[in-house]
């Protein structure tokens, strides 16, 4: 079984996963965006963010620290409650039909009180039920699509309609982001002159002590999360390094990206969400990959238009993706109308000539007949005007034919009489003569 350790690169998170996965209940959010990439190509340079796999992986571990709880899925995907057998008889999907049906699909589902009711999507939809269910005891799982990180995303979570008196439903905010990682090969490491731990201090305050941290102790120790000291004195193996250039990354000095999270914790004794801070904060836990050489130190410093730039990168290619889909489609639309219209054409074709061929076994009437084969010729030729000529064989080749019927003329001249060769060529290929003036 894939487990959420699995994506993590720092024991640091561990702990923090661990308490939320055995919280005694309240609403737990996985904010993050998940990859809008409509059909992803390879050498594509975002790729999914895996935001639901993580989601997926949150929801068996919180099952496994709570082995009598059974869980409903509320999703449109049947692909979300996907789980390892060991734990699959515990999970029911209760599968979300149509649009409409959140609100009350959920409503349904907490009314079951389930030990953990699973909510694919926070939307407008389903935001005020999961945070009801959440009010009433039930321990509920969301995710939230967003760009926003801690306690930032509450804002984005009272503009779904969630009434501010429940939010203290909402326990924990786990936020997941992607960064670039740089490439083994080429990355340069930063000068130990550099100000780059002033520059730190500057630029994120609130990471003094997870600096002085660093700076105590050794990315081996990180790493083990163990409280052993290895190496000697201040600086000792912390370095950062910044992004190069080589043919194995092409030239862009990243070679793939990694997940980063951010921890939050609701603080009950606490008044306002905006005045609390997470636990671990995007920006430390950045910080830790980069000292250990993962992440561009620049990218570090410049932490949000670093995710700027990746969540742009991410929208215009699947916006580029959806408008070449687009036109894909209309080409095909178009293709399939010429032919379905070739196809109208045939059927009428054939019908006409079967019309016809009844025509001739039952007719005895030639002149009807004659009036039906003009008609018909004008419709699947789409022509107003047509003339029907008639050569008996037993007049021979140098013989007479007549107009048997007329479509568009004046019918007057039918029956008249007309030398063969005037309509019907009698060469060695003998072939109806083409007139470019009104016919003989
Ligand atoms: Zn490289």
């Not at 963010?49 to 409903?72: K, R």
């Not at 095909?332 to 019908?351: C, D, G, H, W, Y």
């Not at 007549?402 to 007057?412: H, K, M, N």
Request: proline share 4%.
């Amino acid at each position: 079984m894939l487990k959420l350790r699995d994506f993590l690169h720092l024991p640091q998170l561990d702990h923090l996963i661990n308490q939320l996965v055995q919280d005694d209940g309240g609403l737990v959010v996985l904010a993050g965006i998940e990859a809008r990439v409509v059909a992803p190509e390879e050498n594509e340079a975002i790729m999914p963010s895996g935001l639901s796999a993580i989601f997926n992986i949150l929801m068996q571990e919180i099952l496994l620290a709570h082995p009598l709880s059974q869980a409903v899925v509320s999703a449109e995907e049947r692909s979300l409650a996907k789980v390892p057998r060991q734990i699959s008889r515990r999970v029911r999907l209760l599968k979300v039909e149509g649009p409409g049906m959140y609100a009350q699909q959920i409503e349904i589902a907490a009314r079951q009180r389930p030990g953990l009711l699973v909510i694919e999507r926070l939307n407008e939809e389903s935001a005020a039920a999961a945070f009801r269910a959440a009010q009433s005891g039930v321990r509920v799982l969301v995710q939230l699509d967003s760009v926003l990180r801690g306690p930032a995303v509450v804002h984005q979570i009272l503009e779904l309609g969630v009434p501010r008196e429940h939010l203290p439903a909402l326990h924990w905010i786990l936020t997941n982001q992607r960064m670039a990682v740089l490439c083994g090969h080429c990355k340069r490491p930063v000068a130990q002159g550099d100000d780059q731990i002033e520059q730190l201090r500057r630029r994120y305050p609130h990471l003094g002590t997870a600096i002085d941290t660093l700076l105590a102790g050794t990315v081996e120790t990180l790493k083990t999360g163990q409280a052993t000291k290895k190496g000697a004195g201040p600086h000792a193996n912390m370095r950062f390094y910044r992004a190069g250039s080589c043919e194995h990354c092409h030239g862009t000095g990243y070679q793939g990206d990694m997940a980063i999270f951010d921890i939050f914790r609701n603080d009950p004794a606490e008044k306002s969400f905006f005045s609390q801070k997470s636990l671990l904060s995007l920006e430390e836990y950045a910080l830790y990959l980069a000292a250990e050489g993962d992440l561009d130190l620049d990218d570090l410093l410049d932490l949000e238009n670093h995710h700027l730039r990746r969540t742009y990168q991410m929208l215009t290619t699947s916006e580029r993706r959806l408008t070449e889909t687009n036109l894909a489609l209309s080409r095909k639309l178009v293709e399939l109308e010429a032919s379905n219209r070739v196809l109208l054409q045939r059927t009428e074709v054939l019908m006409s000539l079967q019309d016809l061929g009844q025509a001739l076994i039952t007719s005895t009437d030639l002149s009807e007949l004659a009036a039906r084969i003009c008609r018909r010729a004008g419709e699947l030729c789409g022509a107003d005007r047509v003339a029907l000529y008639f050569k008996r064989t037993e007049e021979g080749d140098s013989g007479m034919a007549e107009i048997l019927a007329l479509r568009g003329w004046d019918s007057s001249f039918v029956g008249q009489r007309l030398d063969v060769r005037q309509v019907y060529d009698l060469n060695e290929k003998p072939r109806i003569t083409r007139c470019m003036q009104t016919p003989p």
